[in-house]
């Protein structure tokens, strides 16, 4: 056996064993030693202090170090907290998704800020032979895409700046935005009439058009966009499209009790 394969068949044991642990905790439901937890899966005390030492640094358990037992830590609860609000959050999504593309007959869909980018979690093809392909679980830059756009300018004011602060700016396309100026004019814009736009700046040849949404926390808005060929894109196709994109959010706003982004 190679180095190689040495060391990759130890990181799935290591792996597995993580993931051992967690799952004894979640069935105990109380906090055990270092022997218990050692005894229960037949991890060697030298392996296990490690692994325990880093799910304690990760904040996946939580250390007594009175009693020197370990439970599940916020780390896990956060993990179960996301996936449940993203899923809900999709669910309400959906349908205004189907209703979207369906009125306007071009690619739709809802988009939710993961880390530094966004990301897109329910979509809704166009049925026209031309037309732009999205992908659930698609990420992108929040500057260089309409969602990512209006998602950035409707975040509080701080958590924008630490993210402005903090970018560098790459070219996808001749037309990306270049310069942090200009970026904060599109923002500003954005902010003034609750619309972003992204023009080839991520994918030449089409336009995105998004609206912000308020999905519970206000430190991270979602988003709806439509995505249209530049050739199909007209005064009138805007126009109809901003109209029902602000019906969209009044819809999902009901839908889930929530106040409008600001």
Not at 120 to 145: I, K, N, Q
Request: charged fraction near 20%; glycine fraction near 6%; hydrophobic fraction near 40%.
């Amino acid at each position: 056996m190679d180095a190689d394969k040495k060391s990759s068949d130890s990181a799935v044991k290591s792996a597995d064993r993580v993931l051992d642990i967690l799952q004894l905790l979640a069935r105990q439901g109380s906090a055990l030693s270092h022997h218990e937890i050692g005894t229960a899966l037949g991890i060697p005390k030298s392996s296990l202090t490690q692994l325990l030492r880093n799910l304690v640094a990760r904040g996946f358990l939580a250390l007594d170090a009175l009693q020197g037992t370990y439970s599940l830590g916020p780390a896990v609860f956060e993990l179960v907290r996301g996936s449940g609000a993203r899923e809900g959050l999709t669910a309400h999504a959906r349908p205004i998704v189907d209703w979207l593309a369906k009125s306007l007959g071009e690619a739709t869909s809802f988009s939710v800020l993961h880390d530094d980018e966004v990301e897109r979690v329910c979509v809704a093809e166009s049925r026209s032979p031309l037309s732009y392909r999205m992908a659930v679980g698609d990420s992108f830059p929040l500057y260089s895409t309409s969602a990512g756009k209006v998602i950035l300018a409707a975040m509080p004011p701080a958590r924008r700046n630490t993210y402005l602060r903090d970018l560098q700016l790459e070219a996808h396309t001749p037309a990306t935005v270049k310069s942090l100026s200009d970026l904060r004019r599109q923002l500003e814009a954005a902010q003034s009439t609750q619309i972003a736009y992204s023009r080839g700046e991520h994918t030449p040849g089409v336009v995105g058009i998004a609206i912000a949404v308020f999905s519970g926390d206000p430190e991270s808005p979602s988003a709806f966009n439509v995505v249209v060929p530049e050739v199909r894109f007209t005064d009138a196709f805007d126009t109809r499209c901003r109209e029902l994109l602000v019906r969209a959010r009044e819809r999902f706003q009901a839908s889930t009790s929530m106040a409008p982004a600001t």
